[in-house]
């Protein structure tokens, strides 16, 4: 049986891998790719952050690969004309990869199939990457779900027929990359300056990490998670969410082995479950962003599309810098920008203050979350943006306006988290706040108000 190649894109992994463990099943021995195509993800290419991620990860799977006796074959240009000088470099007569869950990439691997086919090569697709293919569920008028908590429930009920995670195949002899191979180097994801040196301070990506991340928040945080997982300065939540974002793990590895903390004594399982439940939230974000795909560049709720947001390069590159002078907020920046992370509970906060105190438009915050944020996910990020500036689906009441300073109180009491973030010069004086916290609530609410009153 001739080679088979495997296209490897936001699923770096081999295990619960379909393609590849396809490749295996079926007797052909597997000829791993990865195409540098970023102009063909445009707009939506990877931002710097995510692009330091992609290259130690793909670092890492090349690794995991060479265990397995496989070599990675880098690749950069036209995603169609890349893979079939592969295919006849391998001398393979098909090729298999894993569907996009995003659908602008969908629709680039539609286009790639199709020329792949016309080129003669059998083409094998599978679903990975969400409990549940973005498409599929659908509410009983056939139309696709805007609120979270039906979703989710009809979700839940059908977590019994998630498929279990296939294994990684097995070792067979080695073999080197394609000699067209043009090395991970020459993908240029690395900046030139080495800002992004930092990051590896934070986190280390690649399969192995993302199951480290895993089992050790399955041991000593889920118990808690329910109470934790909104206090910034304790480690109370999973950070999966870049190796997810990545495909390092899946989700159906993760509600695996997430299982036997869900099946205990009624009551018991509290932080399990709403461990679930935030899975589920990514799983109603892919979907809202596969049915509304002008999400990410559009505000759902029409009405704010016209005249509502304002734009001041001043402002927003003081929110950017951490200096608004508003402790959480500036606390919030600054862990973004030295560990491309930031608690969800913070970027609610720092998200709110952006758009509601400051007025600016929700896509000014987004892009700069794009950009640092090693998560960066665009299912995700619209869905958290749309929601916390009020014009999303099931997005927070308009009225809805987070106070800073009430926030820290009540989730970073001992100031454990705004201590870690905020430098020692800045506690001893820090930048005169950019607004009056009660003052611009009171402005935010006006400016709502009004512009709904003028729209109805
Ligand atoms: C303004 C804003 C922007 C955001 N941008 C992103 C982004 O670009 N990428 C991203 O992955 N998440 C984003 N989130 C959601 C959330 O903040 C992160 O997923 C979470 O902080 C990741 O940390 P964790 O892995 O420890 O989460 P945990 O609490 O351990 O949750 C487990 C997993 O569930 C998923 N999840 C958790 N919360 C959410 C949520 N609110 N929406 C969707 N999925 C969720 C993530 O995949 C996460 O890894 C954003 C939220 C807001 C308010």
């Known amino acids: 049986m001739n080679d088979t190649l495997v296209w490897y894109r936001r699923d770096l992994r081999v295990a619960d891998h379909p393609a590849l463990a396809w490749a295996s099943d079926s007797g052909r021995r597997a000829v791993p790719v ?46 169609a004309a890349q893979l079939a000088q592969a295919a006849r470099a391998a001398g393979a007569d098909s090729i298999a990869w894993n569907r996009a869950i995003e659908p602008h990439l969908a629709a680039r691997d539609e286009t790639v199939a199709a020329a792949l086919r016309d080129a003669g090569l059998e083409v094998a697709l599978f679903d990975s990457g969400l409990l549940s293919p973005p498409d599929r569920l659908l509410k009983d008028d056939g139309t696709a779900y805007r609120v979270y908590t039906p979703f989710a429930k009809r979700l839940r009920r059908q977590l019994h027929e998630v498929a279990i995670p296939v294994y990684a195949p097995a070792a067979q002899d080695p073999s080197g990359p394609l000699p067209i191979d043009v090395g991970l180097d020459a993908l240029g994801l690395l900046d030139k300056h080495p800002w992004h040196a930092k990051l590896g301070r934070h986190w280390e990506p690649g399969e192995a990490a993302a199951w480290d991340h895993l089992e050790t928040f399955l041991a000593s945080a889920i118990a808690g998670y329910d109470e934790r997982r909104d206090q910034p300065g304790v480690p109370g939540t999973s950070r999966l969410s870049p190796h997810l974002h990545f495909g390092e793990i899946t989700p159906i590895q993760v509600l695996a082995r997430l299982m036997p903390h869900l099946d205990v004594a009624p009551g018991a399982a509290k932080g399990a479950e709403r461990f679930l439940s935030e899975l589920l939230w990514r799983e109603f974000a892919h979907h809202v962003l596969w049915h509304f795909p002008e999400s990410p560049e559009r505000s759902l709720n029409a009405r704010f599309e016209q005249g509502f947001w304002r734009d001041d390069a001043r402002l927003l590159e003081l929110w950017q810098q951490g200096r608004t002078g508003i402790a959480l907020v500036d606390a919030g920046m600054r862990e973004l920008w030295e560990s491309g992370w930031m608690h969800n509970r913070v970027r609610m906060v720092a998200a709110s203050f952006l758009t509601k105190q400051l007025g600016l438009d929700w896509r000014l915050g ?91």
């Open 34 to 79: 990865y195409v540098h195509a970023p102009h063909e993800e445009a707009p939506w290419a990877p931002g710097g952050a995510s692009r330091w991620w992609l290259h130690h990860s793909l670092q890492k799977l090349a690794g995991d690969l060479s265990d397995l006796g496989l070599a990675l074959t880098h690749l950069t240009g036209d995603s």
């Open 366 to 456: 987004a892009a700069w979350f794009w950009d640092t944020l090693v998560d960066a996910d665009l299912a995700n990020n619209t869905l958290g943006w749309q929601w916390v500036a009020g014009c999303g689906v099931d997005a927070a009441p308009y009225y809805r306006i987070f106070n800073p300073d009430l926030q820290a109180e009540k989730f970073d009491a001992a100031a454990h988290y705004r201590n870690s973030w905020l430098s020692a010069a800045y506690r001893e004086q820090p930048p005169p706040p950019l607004v009056d916290l009660r003052a611009a609530r009171a402005a935010a609410l006006d400016r709502y108000q009004h512009h709904i009153k003028q729209g109805a």
